[in-house]
């Protein structure tokens, strides 16, 4: 069955140090995303991608790095973690502009940073 | 079972003429996100409502909790608007649970 796959599920994080937030997808499809959901603010685009090798910077991009080294992988990279940056992460695939149902999320990664 | 029921899935206006989409919630949703689809496949934001009513030119949302609904309302509608509206609803511990979809085609 066609997936999105986030790890790790949770995580603690020390101010300053790096995470790596991973994903992987089923779908074959071209585009990936990384959200944050902050109370108050919803879904918030961070950084996405059209295909392997491409990334593109979202609406709230500062602070994160994003890397796709395939098709089925996308990973959202804080080089200095931040305690600013605890919130929860979603991945998302899905492909343009087609159908309504060609967006599927995984099950989230909670970051804390302290 | 589904927790959103996006309503129509799929709409026709001419231009300048109005209409609104709806999302239907099966229990109490903590928030609720619109987003439209671009030509690319991303999703654009256009509302985050806790509660109350929100308006951004000729778009209008609309959430109600307790009723467990949320409605985006579109006025005067013109031929860029064309394209697919999501809702999105926050539930009581960080999921988030999508809509449909409303397929919306404005035409001359």
Redesign the interface.
Known sequence: EAAVTQSPRNKVAVTGGKVTLSCNQTNNH??M?WYR?D???????IH?S?GAGSTEKG?IPDGYKASRPSQENFSLILELATPSQTS?Y?CAS?????D????T?GS?T?LLVI | GDQVEQSPSALSLHEGTGSALRCNFTTTMRAVQWFRKNSRGSLINLFYLASGTKENGRLKSAFDSKERYSTLHIRDAQLEDSGTYFCAAETGGYKVVFGSGTRLLVSP
């Open positions: 071209n585009n995303y959901q109370t108050g603010h919803g879904l918030r685009l996405y059209y609406d929860v979603f899905g492909d343009a502009p087609g309504n149902s060609d967006y999320f989230g909670r």
